[in-house]
Structures are given as C-alpha cells and as structure tokens.
C-alpha cells in the first residue's frame, strides 16, 4: 500500500518485503508514474490527473494510481489504474467510457538507476471508468516467466452481463494483452467460463484451466493452450 507524507508519495513496505526488495523502489515508482503521466500529482485525490483520448478523438480525465509493485530477479513489475473512489466530478465517467490499466517492466541497475524494458501507459478496459484491473492479480505465467497480471473485465447493458478475461505481459518488448476471453458473451447469457493458471509444464507458457458452466451448474472442464502463432490464449472452437 502507499501514502502521503510531507515528502510526497510513499509506499508502505513491511520488513519482509524490504528484505528482498531495493529500498529506492518508492522513488522509482514516483518517478514512473510523473514521466508517464506528467508532472500532475493530484494530492487531494492522491493520484495523477491524465486525459486520455480514444480512437474516436474523445477524451476524458483520469485518477491515475500506483498498483503494488513487485521485484522479480532485479526486474520491477509495476500496475497502474485509475481510481474509481474519489467522489470528485472532476474524475466522473459515462457507462461508456472505460476504465484505464498502465503496465510496465522495468529493470533496476545499481544507485537506483532503472530502464523501461516494456510499457503501456493506458489500456482501455470495462465501463463506467472501472477497468477491473484494481483487482489484478500478479501472476507467474510459466516455469521461466513471463509474469504478468489477471483480471477480469467487463460491465452491465440493459440487463445483459459481459465479462472478459485478460492477461497483460511483456511479449517482446511490448506489454499486450494476450487473452481477452470471453467469461460471459453478450449472446449468451446462460453460459460462463472461469479461468485459472495451470502451472506445471516445465517449457514454454502454462495452460489454463476453464471451467464451463450452462445454466448455474459445472458443464464441462478443459485447458486453454497459449498458442505461439497468435501469441495469446485461444477458446477451442468446440467450447
């Protein structure tokens, strides 16, 4: 977790993260986030105020916070997103209007000097401004990595519930979303997946595992392959 002080924005890191974890990766967060977002810290709402515009030219305003940082053999994982709790019309949104996750891979160099391996400063997800990338879950995506972060993602049309899975790593230089599957489709409501990592393969990406449900009750279960060709996780046609 983080908070203000007088010196500015802080993480609060317990001994044992400390421990496996360099002690300027609050700097370095701060650091990220105004030269991504600019040098706009909004101390009221303790956030970084940024206008993003979307593929039709139409901006909006955005919260934009720091997720938990993670280091993993000297490389940090950071997760941005904007909040959803500020209560402040400044930071409102229409259903339509989505919510936005940062992703970043960074390696750390010594006296705190870092590089960007790999990041995406806004990727648009969900409605109503909630991205449901808040929740993300930092995940090990195989033996030998990649790591990256799992959400789901979606909203509510006149009844009709969608939701998304999505997995956001580094591919090459190039943090992407490489699942995008559907847990609940617009054109079918009665059915619905849940997706879990299947660690255990020893070479390449980890399967995973779904779990189909028609109408309230388990159908079937089975394993989503990552499919090199595509570079992302691909429903099997005959689910």
Not at 123 to 130: I, K, T
Not at 144 to 163: A, H, N, R
Not at 166 to 174: E, F, Y
Request: hydrophobic share 35%; glycine share 10%.
């Amino acid at each position: 977790m983080w908070r203000m002080t007088t010196m500015g924005l802080l993480w609060v890191i317990s001994s044992a993260t400390l421990a496996r974890e360099p002690a300027d990766i609050a700097t370095i967060v701060r650091n990220v986030m105004t030269d991504t977002y600019g040098n706009a810290y909004d101390a009221r709402n303790a956030c970084w105020t940024y206008r993003w515009k979307n593929d039709q030219g139409e901006e909006a305003t955005y919260c934009m916070r720091p997720g938990k940082p993670e280091v993993v053999d000297g490389t940090l994982y950071l997760r941005t997103f904007n909040a959803t709790d500020t209560g402040d019309a400044h930071y409102a949104y229409a259903h339509v209007e989505p919510g936005l996750m940062g992703a970043f891979r960074i390696r750390l160099h010594d006296k705190g000097a870092w590089t960007y391996q790999a990041f995406e400063p806004a990727m648009d997800y969900g409605s109503a401004g909630d991205c449901g990338c808040a929740q993300a879950r930092f995940v090990k995506l195989g033996a030998q990595g990649p790591y990256g972060w799992m959400f789901t993602s979606g909203g509510i049309w006149s009844g009709v519930v969608v939701e998304n899975l999505s997995i956001v790593t580094d591919l090459h230089g190039t943090m992407k979303d490489i699942a995008g599957l559907p847990m609940r489709a617009e054109d079918n409501q009665d059915t619905s997946y849940r997706f879990s990592i299947a660690p255990g393969a020893t070479q390449g990406m980890y399967p995973l595992h779904a779990v189909k449900t028609v109408k309230g009750k388990p159908s079937t279960t089975f394993d989503v392959p990552f499919d090199p060709a595509t570079s992302r996780y691909m429903l099997p046609s005959a689910h």
